[in-house]
């Protein structure tokens, strides 16, 4: 579904130089990604449906939400491109999360 996407495709939206690294934001079609010019996207969304978990890695990270019985704190290390965020206040929005980036 994704594999389109690299560091080429789409409309530059933001580009910064961030401790020897670039970092890049880009829409195509109707996603937005976000990668650190090393060819791999680090994290997207569709633009209209933005609480949707796209990469398999995301929806890994919440395996642990399965089970506790009702989730009240969360604490995520590494905000990223705020796919986990966006996910969590959509589906529990109750939930409490901190998210410390590094």
Same mark, same amino acid.
């Given at each position: 579904?994704?594999?389109?996407?690299?560091?080429?495709?789409?409309?530059?939206?933001?580009?910064?130089?961030?401790?020897?690294?670039?970092?890049?934001?880009?829409?195509?079609?109707?996603?937005?990604?976000?990668?650190?010019?090393?060819?791999?996207?680090?994290?997207?969304?569709?633009?209209?449906?933005?609480?949707?978990? $796209?990469?398999?890695?995301?929806?890994?990270?919440?395996?642990? $939400?399965?089970?506790?019985?009702?989730?009240?704190?969360?604490?995520?290390?590494? $905000?990223?491109?705020?796919?986990?965020?966006?996910?969590?206040?959509?589906?529990?929005?109750? $939930?409490?999360?901190?998210?410390?980036?590094?």
């Amino acid at each position: 579904m994704l594999d389109h996407l690299d560091p080429r495709s789409g409309q530059r939206r933001f580009r910064a130089r961030e401790g020897g690294r670039v970092v890049e934001v880009r829409d195509a079609g109707p996603y937005r990604f976000l990668h650190f010019g090393d060819g791999e996207v680090q994290a997207i969304m569709e633009r209209g449906r933005p609480a949707q978990l $796209l990469l398999p890695y995301n929806a890994a990270m919440l395996a642990g $939400l399965m089970f506790p019985p009702a989730p009240r704190r969360l604490l995520n290390l590494g $905000l990223g491109g705020g796919c986990i965020e966006r996910f969590l206040s959509c589906h529990w929005p109750a $939930l409490r999360v901190t998210s410390v980036e590094g």
